[in-house]
């Protein structure tokens, strides 16, 4: 069974930093994708940042050069780097595994995630 559990959040000033981790039980697939959503209030939930096997990396514009997405060698550890931290950051941030394509040239960050963790909540304060 696959359960993934995230830790980390909390509330920070906005240019604050703050390290989400993502624990990853139950999961052996070594060729699909990991990654972390967030869900602003009001708003649907979005990928912002995604990771393959091979640490290759994708970002969602909002928050490029500011967050950094990193796994341990066993994708046991999904891990989310977060800095320059903006009020439009708060929101609840979900890690997410086995993501697989909906078509062809679609980001990995728009991939369809078979699994979500819980959430944990992040708030930035201007």
């Known amino acids: 069974q696959v359960q993934l559990m995230e830790s980390g959040g909390g509330s920070v000033q906005s240019g604050g930093s703050l390290r989400l981790s993502c624990a990853v039980t139950?999961?052996?697939?070594?060729?699909?994708?990991l990654a972390w959503f967030r869900q602003a209030p009001g708003k649907e939930r979005e990928g912002i940042a995604s990771?393959?096997?091979?640490?290759?990396?994708t970002y969602a514009d909002s928050v490029k050069g500011r967050f950094t997405i990193s796994q341990d060698t066993a994708r046991r550890t999904l891990s989310l780097q977060m800095n320059s931290l903006k009020s439009d950051d708060t929101g609840m941030y979900y890690c997410?595994?086995?993501?697989?394509?909906?078509?062809?040239?679609?980001?990995?960050?728009?991939?369809?995630?078979?699994?979500y963790g819980q959430g944990t909540q992040v708030s930035v304060s201007s």
């Open positions: 139950g999961y052996t697939s070594t060729s699909r994708f």
């Open positions: 990771i393959d096997s091979d640490d290759t990396t």
């Open positions: 997410a595994a086995d993501g697989i394509p909906r078509g062809w040239g679609i980001p990995p960050i728009e991939y369809e995630y078979n699994y």
